[in-house]
C-alpha cells in the first residue's frame, strides 16, 4: 500500500500545483472586479466560498462588460 502511494506523487503533485495556480488566478481576477464594482457579498462569497475558481467564473461572466 505505501509504495503504491508514494508511485503516484511524481505526477499528483505538478497537477495539485497547476490547479492551485489556477484557482489563485481566477480569485484574483474575480476579488479584483467585484472591488471595483463595490459588490461586498460577492466579494466575501468569492473570498470565504471559492473552490477551483468556479464561482469566480460565474461572476466574472454574470458581470462582464458587454462591448
Not at 506523487?9 to 497547476?18: A, E, R
Not at 471559492?50 to 461572476?59: A, D, F, M, P, R
Request: proline fraction near 3%; avoid cysteine.
Amino acid at each position: 500500500m505505501g509504495q503504491q502511494i508514494f508511485s503516484t506523487l511524481p505526477w499528483l503533485l505538478p497537477v495539485i500545483i497547476i490547479a492551485a495556480i489556477w484557482e489563485a488566478i481566477w480569485k484574483l481576477i474575480a476579488l479584483w472586479k467585484a472591488a471595483r464594482n463595490n459588490h461586498l457579498e460577492w466579494f466575501i462569497f468569492i473570498a470565504v466560498l471559492n473552490t477551483l475558481g468556479i464561482l469566480s467564473i460565474v461572476y466574472i461572466l454574470l458581470y462582464r462588460q458587454k462591448k
